[in-house]
């Protein structure tokens, strides 16, 4: 793992406008970017997800973007979304693609935090998203971002599951409270997606040492495998895997009763592997322009990460 020094700078540099247009504006970015991104526009976004379902494992598309500062910004989310949405309702049609095909949402970037009303607006926004994927046979999963939102994003995932009761949630196992968030949300029907935590969260909310935090991921996973909802289990870390399959077969789940999770680029060939073990593997594919905060998060989480990139840069 980096230095938490390195890690607090990088994820400091994820939230800097200043940074974001130096870092974006150099051509070589690029490169390393889509080894992490599945492009910009949706066309390519659809490809990377023909691929990514022919070889036996199913998506979860986010459409990249976060802490929208206006309304109109909200709004063109919401379209690309509706735009998505459409060109993937396709895939669905025929009935054998149900299930393989989420999207996943971040509030910030529907309005969450817009000054006036920016819990109403996203809630209205995330319903419009709701509605259009579930008219195309799509599952919604909705992101968790930092702590300073959790209440809010799980009222509105509550609010909203009134209308999609399948509609799914993140939660992040570094948080303390997760815990007990996780009892409370592992009922029936429940889709809930276990990741550690990617952000710069303060000691007095968040465990901050690894083994702190795979302890605690082990214990919420022992709640939601014990639990009658559906885990979707988030992580590259071959231990948290080890321990979901253990835990999985312990409580007499099948194969079809939970699935493993990880991000576009990142141990592809042990996701191919485990699907070619008949496991449920499900990609997080990001795509859009905003890849900037995506990125630094995911450069902040491994070193060889870090150095690809400064690689690349002073070797082009
Ligand atoms: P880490 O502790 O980062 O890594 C542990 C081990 O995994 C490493 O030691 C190594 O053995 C292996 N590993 C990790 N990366 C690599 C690599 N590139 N190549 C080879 N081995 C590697 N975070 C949020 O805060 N909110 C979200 O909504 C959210 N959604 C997510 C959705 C999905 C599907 C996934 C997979 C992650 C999501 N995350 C989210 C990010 C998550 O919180 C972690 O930051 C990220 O997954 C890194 O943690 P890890 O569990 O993979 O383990």
């Known amino acids: 793992a980096p230095s938490p020094l390195l890690r607090r700078a990088l994820l400091a540099a994820a939230r800097s406008p200043r940074l974001r247009r130096t ?10 970017v889509d080894r992490f991104v599945a492009g910009e526009t949706e066309p390519q976004a659809i490809a990377v997800t023909r691929s990514v379902l022919d070889s036996g494992r199913s998506v979860t598309i986010d ?3 976060e802490d929208t500062t206006d309304v109109a910004d909200a709004n063109a989310t919401v379209s690309h979304y509706l735009a998505l949405l459409s060109a993937l309702a396709p895939f669905t049609e025929d009935g054998t ?4 095909i989420e999207v996943s949402l971040k509030l910030s970037a529907l309005g969450q935090r817009l000054a006036r009303d920016g819990e109403a607006i996203a809630l209205d926004n995330a319903h419009k998203i709701c ?3 579930d008219e195309a046979g799509v599952l919604v999963t909705v992101d968790a971002e930092d702590h300073t939102t959790t209440d809010s ?3 509105i995932v509550r609010a909203l599951r009134e209308d999609f009761p399948s509609l799914g949630t993140v939660l992040q196992a570094y948080l303390r409270r997760t815990e007990a968030d996780c009892k409370e949300l592992s009922g029936p029907g429940s889709r809930i997606r276990l990741c550690k935590g990617a952000y710069q969260e303060p000691a ?17 996973l022992r709640i939601l495998m014990s ?14 895997i080890a321990a979901a399959l253990h835990l999985a077969d312990a409580t007499g789940r099948r194969a079809d009763e939970f699935e ?15 699907a070619g073990e008949r496991r449920r593997v499900r990609v997080y594919l990001p795509y859009g322009d905003e890849w900037y905060g995506y990125f630094m998060r995911r450069l902040a989480e491994r070193p060889a990460n870090l150095a690809f990139f400064l690689r690349s840069l002073v070797s082009r």
Do not use: N, W
């Open 23 to 32: 870092i974006t504006g150099v051509p070589v970015t690029r490169r390393v």
């Open 153 to 155: 994003t799980l009222s």
């Open 260 to 274: 493993l999770q990880m991000l576009y680029g990142i141990r592809d060939a042990e996701q191919l592997r485990l």
């Open 131 to 133: 509605a259009a994927a």
């Open 204 to 220: 007095s909310v968040a465990y901050q040492r690894k083994p702190e935090i795979d302890t605690a991921y082990v214990r919420c």
């Open 97 to 100: 693609g149900a299930g393989t």
């Open 227 to 240: 639990g009658q909802g559906y885990p979707m289990v988030a992580s590259h870390d071959p231990a948290m």
């Open 63 to 65: 459409y990249l973007g």
